[in-house]
């Protein structure tokens, strides 16, 4: 069973900056591709970014494409999340995941952590 602890939530203002850090549990982390998403109250949960597993490819969701910077320490069993210029609209709780692969996608993640909140002032 893996296990995420999320990290680094927080109280910012528009324009800000904010780190999120994810720790896993297990020694396989180096072969899973790890995603971040978030979620506003009762809305669908929405997809962040994403890195494969060894630190190869990144991919971003829309919204965040610019600002936000996805990262990861294999040595730490660690993956974060850059967030830079913040808004408003980017205030959710946000998740960090993992999915059974090396290779990501946007969804399929299997494992969650559980949660951390981000509020953007404005």
């Known amino acids: 069973q893996v296990q995420l602890v999320e990290s680094g939530g927080g109280l910012v203002q528009a324009g800000g900056s904010l780190r999120l850090s994810c720790e896993a549990s297990e020694r396989t982390f180096n072969d899973r591709c790890m995603g971040w998403f978030r979620q506003v109250r009762s809305l669908e949960r929405e997809f962040v970014a994403a890195?494969?597993?060894?630190?190869?490819?990144?991919s971003y969701g829309d919204s965040v494409k610019g600002r936000f910077t996805i990262s990861r320490d294999n040595a730490k069993n660690t993956v974060y999340l850059q967030m830079n210029n913040m808004k408003p609209e980017d205030t959710a709780v946000y998740y960090c995941a993992a999915r059974p692969w090396i290779l990501c996608g946007q969804s399929e993640y299997h494992y969650w952590g559980q949660g951390t909140q981000v509020t953007v002032s404005s």
């Open positions: 890195i494969q597993g060894g630190g190869g490819s990144t």
